[in-house]
């Protein structure tokens, strides 16, 4: 069963009208391990619901910041663009998600918006905690730092490594981890870079941009992982009516 992965966009302007924009490298690296990419516009959280049930699985993309009012802060001077419709309609679809247990992985600020949805919060501007460059926009495909990534944790067993280089685009990170989550990668500086569900919960979020570096090891293996769950989502979905009619 090919399943069937939403991705979430960031609404902007092309010409001066809107449109929901996504980068390309998403959309590949959804197909490339064989998924349906599904490309969801921020609509009314209500829809939340629904458009799950139209899925088998989903990845959060990246973009500008959560605003800090849903984790019960107030901005920060450094906090950077925000789009609350966007905030809204995310978090709705997170929680949605992980109601339905649908496998999810957050990139960058998709995984600080999944960690949101469950009651975590954020560092709003790293520059203001650590030395350590986390926001290095000239090598965007090239590991600029590394992440030690924590023994018997599942994110481990699909990157396969104890340090993995990553590359570093975000001046955001978890702080606390929201429920269900638990922090299973770390900067040197201590800067969380991934979390992950626990228990049943299928979920990775993570710092750093896998989708920019794919040839890498340690990095297509994350959604090929997103695949492979989704795919079992999928099986276990459709084969639940059937279950149903015969209970
Ligand atoms: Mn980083």
Redesign the pocket.
Known sequence: MVPRIGLTTSPTALEGRPVEALERVFVDAIDGVGAVPVILPVLDPARARSVVEGLDGMLFSGGGDVHPSWYNSLPSPHLGTVDPPRDAWEIALARAGVARGLPMMGICRGAQVINVALGGSLVQH?PDVTD?A?CVKEECSRP??T?RIEGGSRLRTVVGTEVLG?N?L?HQ?VAEVGDGLASVAW?DDG?V?AVEGLARNRIFGV??HPELMTASPGHGELFQWLAEESATSAKALASAPAATAAA
């Open positions: 790293l350590l986390h600029v730092h992440v990553v570093s975000h990170a900067a800067t870079e710092q750093w």
